[in-house]
Nanobody
Framework: QLVESGGGLVQSGGSLRLSCAAS????????MGWFRQAPGKEREFVAT????????IYTDSVKGRFTISRDNAKNTVFLQMNSLKPEDTAVYYC??????????????????WGQGTQVTISS
């Protein structure tokens, strides 16, 4: 089970740190990803990190503002979000890909998903 937390309402330019904690799974066995879905839009890829944190990939719209990281000892993955914009408003989901070095950007590659956490950015 994956459980996201850390979402909320912040003003434009603010920061949030999302966490994704796993229970019943050892996250070091998985590459991890963050996705988001805004109202009326399809789910989109945000970032992914390999099993050991050695490789990360970001979608262009968040490069330089978001940082994905992981602490395998704590079985947790993070998404630090800075310089937030209203267009970042969405439900954010974490997901696990059992291909440890997978680094997939397509949601279909991920086997396990959290329930999501709402992020709302006011202008």
């Amino acid at each position: 089970q994956l459980v996201e937390s850390g979402g909320g309402l912040v003003q434009s330019g603010g920061s949030l740190r999302l966490s994704c904690a796993a229970s019943g799974r050892t996250l070091s066995n998985y590459a991890m990803g963050w996705f988001r879905q805004a109202p009326g839009k399809e789910r989109e890829f945000v970032a992914t990190i390999s099993w050991n944190g050695g490789t990360v990939i970001y979608t262009d719209s968040v490069k330089g503002r978001f940082t994905i990281s992981r602490d395998n000892a704590k079985n947790t993955v993070f998404l630090q979000m800075n310089s937030l914009k209203p267009e970042d408003t969405a439900v954010y989901y974490c997901a696990a890909d059992q291909r440890r070095q997978g680094l997939a950007t397509a949601g279909g590659a991920y086997e396990y998903w959290g329930q999501g956490t709402q992020v709302t950015i006011s202008s």
